[in-house]
């Protein structure tokens, strides 16, 4: 099949026809071409200081039927954060969905640190448990990854959150010390099934979102993940500070 790629950054666009589809397994959603071939589709700001030669490892392209007749500019639309959600209410709502369950992922951080200190008063007990959530949620990515390609991407989000949801609620029975290693181990498997919920709504982005959308649900995706973070874990605080570790498990599951 032969098509025409289209190149987008930062509001300039870049054009090469003729170019031959070939199936490859890499990740979903992605193209990959060769140099120089491809450095037509580079932008020329993007060089290095020395060399003067096109640095980008990657950028964000779309592909068109030859002689298709569309304008480059009809398929990247500048658009933006507000007039996604705006204009767009599947992802509007897919969107308040994931800003839920990624402020409750980070929710119960400092509830977990409060037990962790509370029952054993070991520094090193905290940077464990950051670790183990850490690699929880990075370490089986890869896999998660062919999952989404495979699976239903809205199954695999909607199980992962209600079987989340049942392991917050089974730290209540944390009572003493000698449970701090099972609320560690469990906290891994919560960020384990984290990192399948985030790699199955990244997936599912370019079936919402129109071609020129995507790089803006991208990026407002990306930003949501960082400010879910520091968000959830500052009202997590505040709920543990005020009413208690087990209230701010129930509120997170």
């Known amino acids: 099949h032969i098509v ?36 037509v589709l580079v932008p020329l700001n993007s060089t290095a200081e020395k060399s003067n030669t096109p640095t980008s490892k990657w950028i964000i392209c779309s592909l068109l039927e030859p002689g298709s ?9 500048e658009i933006g954060y507000f007039e ?31 037990l962790i200190l509370k029952y054993s008063g ?17 370490i089986l990515q890869p896999i998660t990854g062919l999952l989404a390609d495979r699976w239903s991407r809205k199954w ?6 209600l079987l989340q949801m049942g392991l917050a609620l089974s730290f209540l029975m944390v009572d003493g010390p000698e449970d701090i290693w099972w609320l560690i181990g469990l906290s891994g498997v919560m960020m384990l099934l984290h990192g399948a919920y985030m790699t199955a709504e990244r997936a599912a982005l370019p079936n919402i979102v129109e071609k020129h959308e995507l790089a803006t649900a991208n990026a407002l995706d990306a930003a949501t ?3 879910a973070l520091a968000t959830g ?11 208690g570790v087990n209230t701010a498990f129930i509120i997170d599951s």
């Open 225 to 227: 993940w960082s400010t």
């Open 233 to 243: 874990a500052f009202l997590g605080g505040l709920v543990v500070a005020e009413y």
């Open 4 to 39: 025409d790629i289209v190149s987008h950054h930062e509001g300039e666009s870049r054009r090469s026809d003729g170019w031959q589809l070939v199936a490859y397994d890499i990740p979903r959603g992605n193209i990959a071409t060769y140099f120089p071939e491809a450095n």
């Open 69 to 77: 007749g569309h304008s480059e500019e009809e398929y990247m639309k």
């Open 156 to 161: 695999i989000m909607v199980v992962s959150n």
């Open 84 to 114: 996604l959600l705006k204009t767009n209410g599947k992802f509007r709502t897919f969107w308040f969905a994931a800003v839920i369950s990624m402020m409750g992922e980070w929710f119960n951080t400092i509830a977990l640190f409060t």
């Open 122 to 138: 070991s520094e090193a007990m905290l940077g464990l448990l950051f670790t183990i959530r850490m690699l929880g949620f990075a």
